[in-house]
């Protein structure tokens, strides 16, 4: 009898559980991407899809936009004491939190959250009316951890809006759920947004913008983080709904299509860049938080020509 030939893609994930089992790769490192596998095997992008797939069933990896693929995390034991824990309203709303984060807001509902709480659901409307009120509360509380110890007053305009932007973007990058809590045209009065939004108004003051300019462009700066941030919420709704990252959604279905010559022929300017001898033929991996600080840069360096112009 012949001798069974292991597959491939079966190697090549033992391969990788072994490296993961010997902590030459610990949690929360970045696993090889699918190209990097592929480059590194010899095999197809397919294949080292598969392999890749074979360690996030076992248990070995997760597969989250905002870390990429990364070794998952040893859960300790649960303590006797943890479901005894005295229920607080800052509790639900840690919990609540915490489902957002993991599985987006949609997960989030009384049941879900009285679930982790370790109680029954009607016990939670001691400390919230209903999911609405949840919501905004959990968004609050959020916005309630931004730090302004480091805001020095007597700096620059520029230096100070750039620090609350980008801690602001920092904190919707961690909890990108936040952009879906309501529209920019139905802006919500929430304490603790109302706190970063007036200290980012004081911080724009030294512009020295007319009054309903100077509010515009603190919208759009906040408009700038959220709308790039919800990208990361996004994308979570396809990694659930397809089974593939951001990458390997890209290597498998846009660009086959994509390259086609056909394609390439009937966009020049795509192909200038991917085509054969296109100036990026050798792909492009879009970066978020990259582009988070190109856009910043130049809506500051804007606001310095507005600046000039109004003296």
């Not at 990896?61 to 005894?84: F, K």
């Not at 750039?162 to 759920?177: D, G, N, Q, S």
């Not at 020049?268 to 860049?273: C, D, S």
Request: aromatic fraction near 6%.
């Amino acid at each position: 009898m012949a001798e069974q030939v292991e597959p491939p893609y079966a190697r090549i994930a033992a391969e990788l559980s072994r490296r993961i089992t010997d902590r030459e790769l610990v949690p929360g490192d970045k696993v090889p991407s699918t190209r990097q596998v592929a480059q590194e095997f010899g095999v197809a992008l397919a294949t080292a899809v598969k392999a890749l797939d074979v360690l996030r069933a076992e248990g070995l990896v997760l597969t989250r936009p905002r870390s990429g693929t990364v070794v998952a995390p040893r859960r300790p034991a649960r303590g006797s004491g943890d479901s005894a824990a005295e229920l607080t309203r800052e509790r639900v709303l840690a919990e609540a939190v915490a489902i957002a984060d993991a599985e987006g807001l949609e997960a989030v509902s009384m049941r879900a959250v009285a679930g982790r709480c370790g109680i029954a659901p009607m016990s939670l409307y001691r400390h919230v009316e209903g999911k609405d009120e949840l919501v905004l509360a959990m968004a609050d509380t959020v916005y309630g951890t931004l730090s302004f110890e480091d805001d020095d007053e007597s700096g620059s305009w520029r230096e100070r809006v750039e620090f609350l932007t980008r801690a602001l973007w920092r904190l919707h990058r961690a909890h990108p759920w936040l952009g879906q809590v309501h529209p920019l045209t139905r802006p919500l009065p929430l304490p603790n947004l109302l706190a970063f939004g007036d200290r980012l108004l004081g911080a724009l003051g030294g512009v020295g913008l007319p009054p309903k300019l100077h509010f515009d462009v603190h919208v759009l700066l906040y408009s700038h983080v959220v709308g790039l941030a919800a990208n990361f919420e996004r994308e979570d709704e396809a990694l659930s709904a397809t089974g593939l990252s951001a990458e390997e959604w890209t290597d498998l279905q846009y660009l086959p299509r994509i390259n086609d010559e056909e394609i390439m022929g009937r966009y020049p300017h795509f192909a200038k860049l991917f085509g054969h001898f296109g100036a990026l033929r050798e792909g492009y991996d879009m970066n978020l938080d990259e582009m988070f600080a190109l856009g910043l840069a130049m809506l500051l360096d804007g606001l310095e020509t507005l600046a000039t112009a109004s003296r």
